[in-house]
């Protein structure tokens, strides 16, 4: 159960579009297009963004896609907002009632 | 509305325990699966057990398998978890989480937390 991998931190100016990555192994991203992912403001509960690769919440802005390739899954905003700033993490399920997370990147809006 | 309250945290010596309790309210409780989540200080969000809707099915990650356990009493719409053999690496923020409707596999209503801090 070792965390996927996420870049620590990325940026961009407002309107542009970044992608963070997300790799993990066959066992957990490769297995499944069971991938989340969670915005989390200082101080505040995470917030789900997207789900199974292609879903997204009632509510939540269509600037949020992602995407998945073999163990690795993306997450892409487009037209970044100053409100776009906050930690990501994106989820995988794992198999037998198991997920795991991972690290978490810091997106910075210029 | 809808909404998930965690509370048991606090402050214990490493080697105890403590239960937490999530109160879940404005749905169906027993219709979802439900997780727990936890973020060290400073930390990013692990993933430390999950429960299937009756409690029939349970996972934990291996860091916390053999000492904490996770339940639910659907009749009191609570979510538990019993954290046993407490080490200071178990000190963070613990969230409830519901599993998305007719997903099963992702968490789309969130607790603010309690706080759990092991120290001698």
């Known amino acids: 159960q070792s965390a996927l991998t996420q870049p620590a931190s990325v940026s961009g100016s407002p309107g542009q579009s970044i992608t963070i990555s997300c790799t993990g192994t066959?066992?957990?991203?490769?297995?499944?297009?069971?991938v989340s992912w969670y915005q989390q403001h200082p101080g505040k509960a995470p917030k789900l963004m997207i789900y199974d690769v292609t879903k997204r919440p009632s509510g939540v802005s269509n600037r949020f896609s992602d995407s998945k390739s073999g163990n690795t899954a993306s997450l892409t905003i487009s037209g970044l907002q100053a409100e776009d700033e906050a930690d990501y993490y994106c989820c995988s399920y794992a198999g037998s009632s198991t997920w795991v997370f991972g690290g978490g990147t810091k997106l910075t809006v210029l | 509305e809808v909404q998930l309250v965690e509370s048991g945290g606090g402050v214990v010596r490493p080697g105890g325990s403590l239960r937490l309790s999530c109160a879940a309210s404005g749905f169906t409780f027993d219709d979802y699966g439900m997780i727990w989540v936890r973020q060290a200080p400073g930390k990013g969000l692990e993933w430390v057990s999950a429960?299937?809707?009756?409690?029939?099915?349970?996972g934990y990650a291996e860091s916390v398998k053999g000492r904490f356990t996770i339940s639910r009493d659907n009749a009191k719409n609570s979510l538990y978890l019993q954290l046993n053999s407490l080490r200071a690496e178990d000190t963070a923020l613990y969230h409830c989480a519901r599993a998305v409707a007719g997903s099963e596999y992702a968490f789309d209503i969130w607790g603010q937390g309690t706080m759990v801090t092991v120290s001698s």
């Open positions: 429960i299937n809707w009756n409690g029939g099915s349970t």
């Open positions: 066959s066992s957990d991203v490769g297995s499944y297009n069971l």
